[in-house]
């Protein structure tokens, strides 16, 4: 266990609503990243929060959003749900010091649009 | 554009011998690895990692091997056992990482 939660474990939407998903992470830790899992793909950078500030992003439009907390912790946030938007959600947390920057991951949250 | 990319979608070993997983990388400018493990309905989990002033490092019951002048990677599994059935991940990057499509290990009884 890397001690990294994610919540809700499974949700349903549909096409056009919008969805927030959450991330507690690993005790000690002050960065966030997030990334995309297609099934039967590895996973996909969208991207990661640093003191509260977007610290990088991947190929992902305006519409994936997210935000951190002063406690590290994360939400992301994706608007207009597509159907390609079913997925894997994966949050990953890591320590920001020197260049040891190994990110853990939760357990994902596997979101459905229909 | 950048990629890491790994040989095989599926790799079936007999349990108790050694595993070979091999990555390629495309970003000569890479400098930090990581081999995830990820078995059904769960996240990555970390195994070990290499950063690009080395060329070998081992872990336990583990070993990554890396060759920066043919941008490849691999992860040796010694004693392979039923427990390391899992989809195998290699990737590169510092913040963002950029994974390769995974390698699926099976262990034959």
């Known amino acids: 266990e890397t001690g990294v939660t994610q919540s809700p474990t499974h949700l349903i939407k549909t096409r056009g609503q919008q969805v927030t998903l959450r991330c507690s992470s690993q005790?000690?830790?002050?960065?966030v990243s997030w990334y995309q899992q297609a099934l039967g793909q590895g996973p996909q950078f969208i991207f990661q929060?640093?003191?509260?500030?977007?610290?990088g992003r991947g190929n992902f439009p305006p519409r994936f959003s997210g935000l951190q907390f002063p406690n590290y912790s994360s939400e992301l946030n994706v608007n207009a749900l597509e159907l390609d938007d079913s997925a894997l959600y994966l949050c990953?947390?890591?320590?920001?010091?020197?260049?040891?920057?190994?990110?853990?991951f939760g357990p994902g949250t596997r979101l459905l649009v229909l | 554009g950048e990629s890491v990319g790994l040989h095989l979608p599926t790799l079936s070993v007999q349990e108790g011998d050694n595993s070979i997983i091999n990555c390629a990388y495309s970003?000569?400018?890479?400098?930090?690895f990581i081999w995830y493990k990820q078995e059904s309905g769960k996240g990555p989990q970390f195994i070990i990692d290499?950063?690009?002033?080395?060329d070998k490092r081992q872990g336990q019951r583990v070993t990554v091997l890396l060759n920066k002048t043919v941008k490849h990677l691999s992860l040796q599994i010694a004693a392979t056992q039923p427990g390391d059935s899992a989809v195998y991940f290699c990737?590169?990057?510092?913040?963002?990482?950029?994974f390769g499509k995974g390698t699926h290990l099976i262990i034959q009884p």
């Open positions: 990953a947390s890591s320590l920001a010091s020197g260049r040891a920057k190994t990110q853990y």
């Open positions: 005790s000690g830790h002050n960065t």
């Open positions: 929060y640093y003191r509260e500030e977007e610290n």
């Open positions: 970003n000569s400018a890479s400098d930090y």
């Open positions: 290499i950063r690009s002033n080395m």
């Open positions: 990737a590169e990057g510092a913040d963002g990482l950029t």
